[in-house]
């Protein structure tokens, strides 16, 4: 089930709860354990399609090493599945629907998606994101705010943006590999060059996108900071794999890179809100005065 991924997809759900601004306990922790069991469903089927290939490639993951039989894993993804969608209904009726919807996404990424390169990695994308767009949707709905939700989309497209960027990085990195097996990823497709320029643009987009949810959702210049460093890494480890001798070998160093960017961004955010409630606090305004 990938718990240490499963604390990304936490934190991902958390941000994008606090970053409205409005915030609600019970609906915050509903999300976040819908959201981790649908992605712990998605883990396990993944390693349930991908039996063959982990044979070779990984055979000490539960399955091929006999720990896990197909089956178990199996039952065990659709479990968590349909209990990750269940348990959404409390907050409301579209937040019930989205998991649904991502529920079937995962799935079919696992079975099919994965293989057909952009397809799979626009997938991933909006996969990623969304964990952020369901934090907010969920107090937004639970507290009759739905008309709010515009204010966070900024963000959300940021997050799919440069996690899209990363996708296509990841299939330079990966370029040997696609090619013999016949993924038609954006590398494979148009070359190694196109790729990395792609994702360049793709991650300047997403740094303008993170300038604009700083206006939209009243952010302190703590998310700035952090979105604009990350933001800074990523181009650079992009453009430094683009001179390099061997794109294809680099290319791993500038996904590492982006994923400590975007780890910064949910940080900025957590950390942003968190100084916003601190600086609110009665007990904070006393140390300030003195006591």
Known sequence: MRVHNLIGTALGVLAG??????????PIIIAILSACMIAAAGYAINDYFDIEIDKINKPNRPIPSGRVSPREALAL?????????????????????????????????????KKM???????????????????ALAVAEWLGRINTLWKVVPLVLMVFTLTLAREIVK???DY???????????????????????????????????ILSYYTLGMGLTFLIFILIGGALSIYSIITTIKS?????????????MKIAMFLGLLGILLDRGIVVLTRSTLFNKFRKGG
Do not use: C, H, Q, W
């Open 171 to 173: 299939g330079v990195e």
């Open 176 to 210: 040997i590999g696609d090619s013999a097996a016949g993924v038609r990823t954006l590398a494979v497709t148009k070359g190694v060059d196109y790729a990395l320029k792609v994702s360049a643009i793709l991650t300047v987009i997403a740094v303008l996108l993170g």
């Open 17 to 26: 709860a606090v970053a409205l601004n409005i915030i609600a306990a019970t």
């Open 245 to 257: 001798e061997d794109p294809i070998k680099e290319a791993a160093k500038a996904r590492r890179a």
């Open 77 to 113: 993804s659709y479990i968590l599945f349909i209990a990750g969608v269940l348990i959404a209904l409390p907050v409301g009726l579209i937040t019930a629907l989205f998991a649904l919807i991502n529920a079937i996404l995962m799935y079919y990424y696992s079975k099919t998606l």
């Open 117 to 135: 390169g952009l397809i799979g990695n626009i997938t991933v994308a909006f996969s990623t994101s969304a964990t952020l767009f369901y934090g």
